[in-house]
């Protein structure tokens, strides 16, 4: 079974500049998230998606990310204008069901560097 | 609001010797708990999970953790470390809809 797929995997802008990441999650997989991870820190959930439509965005800097996934299947997340202190990696991961099992498959991530 | 402590950033271990990753949560209800494995470079990988069945868990690549309510802890243990599991661990809590809060994460070096 094909895993999630996100690409680029690795991204050097400069900052003031745009970039865009996308996903695909695994197959069936209803529920969609990204995540930052910071150097150092935890993931940090950015978005939640169930199908098309969006469970939880509070964490999502509307001003500058935007992220979308029109048919129910892969996802693009949008950075512009890029600032330094979005340099992380941004992982993408899905779910089967939405609910409180936890169970996520992530994938191998997207390495952003602005500079 | 849930939210896990992770004690330890670094821990340093002997090949064959057993391994402890401490973690403690807090929560104005009972969580459901989750280590999660990230190999360098690799995604998030599921370790193991507790939610409230059975309080000693056994997850993947011989790794258990035991939910202690009285101590809000849920540590990662394994009885003998191999090199592969050098990377970094991360516990989990989950209070409602899937919305995980990631602890700031151990790195395990395992050292010949």
């Known amino acids: 079974e094909a895993g999630v797929a996100q690409s680029p995997r690795y991204k050097i802008i400069e900052k003031r500049q745009s970039v865009a990441f996308w996903c695909n999650p695994i197959?069936?997989?209803?529920?969609l998230y990204w995540y930052q991870q910071i150097l150092g820190q935890g993931p940090k959930l950015l978005i939640q998606?169930?199908?098309?439509?969006?469970?939880?965005d509070s964490q999502l800097p509307k001003d500058r990310f935007s992220a979308e996934r029109l048919k129910g299947v892969d996802s693009t997340l949008k950075i512009q204008p890029a600032k330094l202190e979005d340099s992380a990696v941004y992982l993408c991961a899905s779910s089967l069901v939405a609910g409180n099992t936890g169970e996520l498959f992530f994938g191998e991530g997207s390495r952003l560097t602005v500079l | 609001a849930q939210s896990v402590t992770q004690l330890d950033s670094h821990v340093s271990v002997s090949e064959g010797t057993p391994v402890l990753l401490r973690c403690n949560y807090s929560?104005?209800?009972?969580?459901?708990l989750f280590w999660y494995v990230q190999h360098p470079n690799k995604g998030l990988q599921l370790l193991l999970k507790y939610t409230s069945a059975a309080t000693l868990v056994k997850g993947i690549n011989g790794f258990e953790a035991e939910f202690k309510k009285s101590e809000t802890s849920f540590h990662l243990t394994k009885p003998s470390a191999h090199m592969s599991d050098a990377a970094e661990y991360f516990c989990v809590s989950t209070g409602g809809g899937n919305k995980l809060t990631f602890g700031t994460g151990t790195q395990l070096k395992v050292e010949l």
């Open positions: 197959s069936g997989h209803a529920t």
């Open positions: 929560s104005s209800y009972s969580p459901s």
């Open positions: 998606f169930q199908n098309n439509g969006v469970v939880d």
